[in-house]
Nanobody, 111 residues
Framework: QVHLVESGGGLVQAGGSLRLSCAAS????????IHWYRQAPGKERELVAA???????YYADSVKGRFSISRDNAKNTVYLQMNSLKPEDTAVYYC?????WGQGTQVTVSS
């Protein structure tokens, strides 16, 4: 069983930065690939970034060079550093591990 809690969302101006955190409970956290998804109003949920248990990373083309994913297994936490934010990054951001999802955190980027 893994329980995920996202935090760090908020309102920021275009060009600004936010760092999202995904804190997890569960002893097997370090073995999971962790994904960050986002869902904007009226759109489907899309994969933004992922990090494997070994530290390999994936980024969607839309965020490459602006977002950075990292993990601290000692703290059972995954981070998503988001820089140079754009209005089109506005969405609810969700953390995922296997079949487990967090409740999401809202990110709003104003122009």
């Amino acid at each position: 069983q893994v329980h995920l809690v996202e935090s760090g969302g908020g309102l920021v101006q275009a060009g600004g930065s936010l760092r999202l955190s995904c804190a997890a409970s569960g002893r097997t956290f370090s073995s999971y690939t962790i994904h960050w998804y986002r869902q904007a109003p009226g759109k489907e949920r899309e994969l933004v970034a992922a990090i494997s248990s070994g530290g390999s990373t994936y980024y969607a083309d839309s965020v490459k060079g602006r977002f950075s994913i990292s993990r601290d297994n000692a703290k059972n936490t995954v981070y998503l550093q988001m820089n140079s934010l754009k209005p089109e990054d506005t969405a609810v951001y969700y953390c995922n591990a296997g079949n487990y999802w967090g409740q999401g955190t809202q990110v709003t980027v104003s122009s």
